[in-house]
């Protein structure tokens, strides 16, 4: 595939479920070769777009195109360029992962040998070259996934889609599969995830997309992204609600949140602007519990231009 040529190409995108509008005019386009970020709370429409991409389920209007083909006219053609790893594991636990990886090979009508060599390769690529001849049963949830990732690059698609592809994984399996990410790209596919989590997009994607509302509130680097945000903020933690209010009445430009008790003031981070912050509330019956100096990220670009609350998503782990 030509690099000038989307990977894919998405205009006016929708899908409703019922009364439900989950996709409202969606427009996203996705350079060969590079990382493509769908960043979103839980329900916001992740899913459904990596559902409709992928030719599992239809939609109700707009044009798309991936790896070459458009949709909905073509979809046996973008099957056979793609692959979809995530909530669909393929994996069968009963086999051995070389099993697993050669059975998909010759499904692919590789050949027997084309396809034990592939099993090798990925095996490899994947870290797996010592549990090759293990059940897959065995394997534990970060080796399952590296599998289910190889075998969906067994007919060297290009385009790979990764449905929240760390959801669920401890902090040491979430590097892994960072790293292998990395790799693949190195290999020139095209990647589209889908992620909740902010330092995912950070880590990987070339570009983010913020979908909220059934649409894109943002699209760009991540460094783009976080300059959206003008600066970070000082938070200040209080015992109880009297001493919270107490500050913010000193902070006229602090946003006061009741719940966790807290005052997010903004702040470039410099110690003079963290002087002057405590120094507003240099009142000896007020008693700050925490402090916490924030510089943006991609938490504060979330936060600015969907409104979301902290517990809709899971940035920081
Ligand atoms: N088959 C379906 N029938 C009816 N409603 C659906 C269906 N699939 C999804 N939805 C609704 O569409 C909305 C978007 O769901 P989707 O799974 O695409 O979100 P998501 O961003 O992937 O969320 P999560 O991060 O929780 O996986 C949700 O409100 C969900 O309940």
Do not use: C
């Amino acid at each position: 595939m030509s690099g000038t040529i989307p990977a894919i190409s998405v205009r006016g995108l929708r899908k409703r479920y019922g009364d439900q509008q989950v996709l409202g005019g969606l427009d996203l386009s996705v350079p060969a070769g590079s990382v493509y970020a769908l960043l979103g709370a839980n329900g916001a429409g992740k899913t459904t777009a990596v559902r409709i991409l992928t030719t599992l389920i239809p939609f109700d209007a707009g044009e798309v195109t991936v790896a070459g083909h458009s949709l909905p006219g073509d979809p046996r053609n973008v099957r056979r360029r793609i692959s979809v790893t995530g909530q669909y594991a393929a994996v069968d636990t009963l086999l051995t992962g070389s099993e697993n990886l050669t059975l998909l090979g010759e499904l692919n009508h590789l050949g027997r040998k084309n396809s034990r060599r592939r099993a090798d390769e990925l095996l490899h690529q994947f870290n797996l070259t010592d549990f090759g001849d293990k059940r897959a049963g065995d394997y534990s949830g970060g080796m399952l996934r590296r599998l289910d990732i190889a075998m969906s690059l067994v007919a060297r698609p290009d385009v790979v889609f990764l449905d929240e592809p760390t959801t669920g994984l401890d902090p040491r399996s979430r590097h892994e599969m960072w790293s292998i990410v990395r790799g693949l790209t190195a290999s020139g596919v095209t990647i589209f995830l889908t992620t909740q989590y902010l330092d995912e997009a950070d880590e990987l994607a070339d570009t983010v997309g913020v979908l909220s509302g059934g649409r894109l509130v943002a699209e760009g680097t991540p460094d783009e992204l976080k300059r959206l945000v003008p600066g970070g903020h000082v938070a200040l933690q209080f015992e109880n609600l009297a001493q919270l209010d107490l500050a913010a009445a000193s902070l006229p430009q602090a946003h006061s949140n009741a719940e966790i008790l807290t005052l997010h003031i903004p702040s470039d981070g410099t110690v003079p602007s963290i002087k002057a912050i405590l120094d507003s509330i240099d009142d000896p019956s007020i008693t700050v519990e925490k402090f916490s100096v924030h510089t943006p990220d991609l938490d504060d670009v979330f936060f600015a231009l969907t409104g979301s609350g902290q517990p809709e998503i899971a940035s920081v782990r």
